[in-house]
């Protein structure tokens, strides 16, 4: 079996869960399970809808009635679909009433509020799947054995769902049935509703995959795959062809927004592939993300950078080799909430670096007691998600390019991580080195 995951972009609307059904029939007999998330920006909506009730004690829940309604409508749904989803439609106004009423909006209620989105999107694909010829059933992820912590609005599924969601899934798969599960929503032990963070719908799906030990999960986006870089720094930024869960774990966390770096932990943990692939573009061959990579491939996969950084380069004022500095300055950094990105360290000094978003100055005044400090503002940190074991080679390439375009590197970081080498210059010429490594690692054909 396989697991096949759209984004609420990829079931958006009528055309687009159309569309969707031509994919999966083109995979049928892969035996697929679909896990889907609202549709379009469902989820916002209804976070929307909750903040009016609870600020405003407005209820209104018209522009998700319509957007579903006219769904069935354009799909040409049996009319007994409008009746299946009215009650849950009703049951969100009730609730909406509920808030407006008591002016009370507690995260265990926002998540059953927005695991309306999730219930409807499953219900009305499934409906259109069956009306074209496949056997789909729509099921809500708690009915399927995702059980979670009470974690309300990013909870954790618990580790019986190893055995739970298989339990379920497997016989009806080999029944020939097509689940269509609702991603993102779970339940806790109490049976309250709750849900696994912005995103998540890609965490269900590869949940799902690696306890039921398919063949690959698949999550359909509305991208060609990872890209090699930002396509809005780097207009020839291309697809990756493979990268480690590693690395894909670091490029979600850099900015690269493709997958949460959560959602890989389950298919890192058993291997299962997971294939990231674009709905509006099928037949490009998207991004393989595996544990190994299986064939010699660039020493390096993708690049990022991230604007706006603050430099911090702190210098002991005590003696060489006092114990304890290190533990100092950072139980600092932790006392203001400060939380960092890149340490360097020699003997006497650390080098670190933040989001410029943070007011340094009562830090100053502290670290001021046991060194000297100096804040440089207006850096990027440029990343490069590679194979470290190629470390020479590529830090040999980058720096040349960087000695070339006149660029000062201010600090290195090759940490525990063995996929990324990153390192400052200047917010200015940021942009410009990203184009210049790019053109060296993916455009150059040696
Ligand atoms: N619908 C949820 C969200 O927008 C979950 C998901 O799309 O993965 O965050
Ligand atoms: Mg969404």
């Not at 354009?74 to 106004?93: A, G, T």
């Not at 599924?157 to 739970?164: A, G, H, Q, S």
């Not at 298989?166 to 798969?173: D, N, R, S, T």
């Not at 099928?282 to 020493?299: D, Y």
Request: net charge neutral; with cysteine.
């Amino acid at each position: 079996m396989i697991v096949m995951k759209f984004g609420g972009s990829s079931v958006a609307n009528a055309e687009r869960i159309r569309h969707v059904a031509g994919i999966v029939k083109t995979q049928l007999e892969r035996k697929p399970v679909l896990v889907l998330s609202a549709m379009g920006d469902t989820t916002d909506y209804l976070l929307e809808a909750a903040n009016d009730a609870y600020k405003q004690g407005g209820v209104s829940v018209s522009r998700i009635e319509e957007l579903h309604l006219t769904a069935v409508k354009d799909l040409n749904l049996p009319d007994q679909v409008r009746k299946d989803i009215e009650p849950l439609i009703e049951e969100l106004r009730s609730l909406l009433s509920g808030i407006s009423l008591i002016r009370e909006l507690t995260p265990r209620t926002r998540d059953y509020l927005v695991s309306f989105g999730e219930r409807l999107s499953v219900r009305i694909a499934a409906a259109y799947f069956s009306t074209v010829g496949i056997n789909a059933r729509a099921f809500d992820a708690w009915d399927l054995g995702f059980v979670s912590d009470s974690g309300y609005t990013a909870a954790e599924l618990v580790k019986e769902c190893w055995e739970l969601i298989p339990e379920k899934i497997l016989p009806l798969v080999e029944n020939g049935v097509l689940p269509v599960v609702t991603g993102f929503i779970a339940k806790d032990a109490n049976n309250n509703i709750t849900t696994l963070g912005r995103g998540g719908s890609d965490l269900s799906a590869t949940m799902i995959a690696a306890a039921c030990k398919a063949e690959e999960a698949q999550v359909w986006k509305d991208v060609d795959g990872i890209l090699t870089a930002d396509p809005r720094l780097v207009p020839r930024a291309k697809p990756v062809e493979m990268v480690t869960y590693e690395a894909a774990a670091e490029l979600a966390y850099f900015g690269a927004q493709v997958l949460h770096p959560r959602a890989m932990q389950p298919c890192m943990k058993t291997g299962t592939p997971v294939l990231v692939k674009n709905s509006y573009n099928p037949a490009a061959p998207g991004t393989r993300i595996v544990s190994v990579l299986e064939k010699k491939i660039s020493p390096i996969q993708a690049l990022t950078s991230r604007k706006n950084v603050t430099l911090v380069d702190i210098v002991s004022t005590r003696m060489l080799g006092q114990y304890g500095f290190l533990a100092e300055v950072f139980s600092c950094f932790a006392k203001h909430g400060l939380s960092v990105d890149m340490v360097a360290t020699s003997e006497v000094s650390v080098s670190l670096t933040l989001d410029a978003v943070y007011d340094l100055t009562a830090l100053q005044k502290d670290l001021s007691r046991i060194a000297s400090v100096e804040i440089k503002t207006g850096k990027a940190i440029v990343t490069i998600i590679g194979n470290v074991r190629r470390s020479s080679e590529i830090l040999a390439r980058a720096f040349r390019i960087c000695e070339l375009l006149g660029v000062t590197v201010q600090m290195v970081s090759q940490g525990a991580s063995k996929v990324n080498i990153s390192f400052i210059v200047d917010d200015s010429e940021a942009a410009e080195v990203l184009k210049a490594l790019h053109g060296d690692f993916f455009e150059i054909k040696v």
